[in-house]
């Protein structure tokens, strides 16, 4: 069995589409970009923080959960109708429902906050006050 690098690429692009298959992607969207939408996940010390490319997607067609651990964005991207008389020569953006769950540590669900601009979903979620990382002080014994 080898482990070059193609074969680890053959089997993230298999794994991306069986998830994005799993978890409602938009139609073709895995064979295209992998994973939609596409999200960047950073650890801010008291916080995480989620940002999610959405171009095209309306502030009003995104859903958006969170739960004990888990971030969940739900939402649609919708293609306007083609004139009667157009027809597609290409199609690539993908299209339609999507669901995308992130599982961090322990989070304060209640003091979540979100902010859309420019096509870029960004969430902040703090961390439960029991996983926060704290200052010990050392006593002289």
Do not use: C, N
Not at 77 to 93: G, I, N, Q
């Amino acid at each position: 069995m080898t482990f070059g690098y193609y074969s680890f690429e053959s089997l993230q692009r298999e794994l991306e589409r069986m998830l994005a298959a799993a978890f409602g992607a938009p139609t073709g969207v895995a064979s295209i970009t992998g994973v939609y939408p596409a999200v960047d996940v950073f650890d801010a010390g008291e916080q995480y923080v989620v940002t999610a490319e959405l171009p095209g997607v309306r502030k009003d067609d995104v859903e958006i959960e969170v739960e004990d651990d888990t971030l969940t964005l739900r939402g649609e991207r919708k293609v306007p109708p083609l004139d009667e008389k157009a027809a597609w020569h290409r199609r690539e953006r993908p299209s339609g429902r999507f669901r995308r769950v992130v599982r961090l540590a322990r989070l304060d669900s209640e003091s979540a906050a979100a902010e859309f601009k420019d096509g870029v979903l960004t969430v902040r979620l703090p961390k439960a006050k029991e996983i926060r990382p704290r200052k010990v002080e050392i006593q002289v014994g």
